[in-house]
């Protein structure tokens, strides 16, 4: 089980934080993403950080997001910089690759521009 939560309502180039908690004792071995799925849109992977700290970033975040993982709390954040107007979507967390069977409800971040 996999559980989102933060974002909200946020002004454009505001902040906000994102945190997925994961039930799985199996945690600390997985690399984890977060995945957007905005309206009319597929779902898309943004950033995921690999068991030894790697990261990976798509290119309409690089530089704006940052992802980090807590092995012992099985939490993995999504810090979310200088916000913008096509960042507006529902928010995943799930491994990655992803396992169909993670998906949680989600968390939606609103930008207001």
């Known amino acids: 089980q996999l559980q989102a939560s933060g974002g909200g309502l946020v002004q454009a180039g505001g902040s906000t934080r994102l945190t997925c908690t994961a039930s799985?004792?199996?945690?600390?071995?997985?690399?984890m993403g977060w995945y957007r799925q905005a309206p009319g849109n597929q779902r898309e992977l943004v950033a995921c950080?690999?068991?030894?700290?790697?990261?990976w970033y798509a290119d309409t975040v690089k530089g704006r997001f940052a992802i980090a993982r807590d092995n012992a709390k099985n939490t993995v954040s999504l810090q979310m910089d200088n916000l913008e107007p096509d960042d507006q979507a529902v928010y995943y967390c799930?491994?990655?690759?992803?396992?169909?069977?993670?998906w949680g409800q989600g968390t939606q971040v609103t930008v207001s521009s």
């Open positions: 950080i690999d068991t030894f700290g790697g990261t």
């Open positions: 799985d004792r199996l945690f600390s071995i997985r690399t």
């Open positions: 799930n491994t990655v690759p992803l396992n169909a069977n993670k």
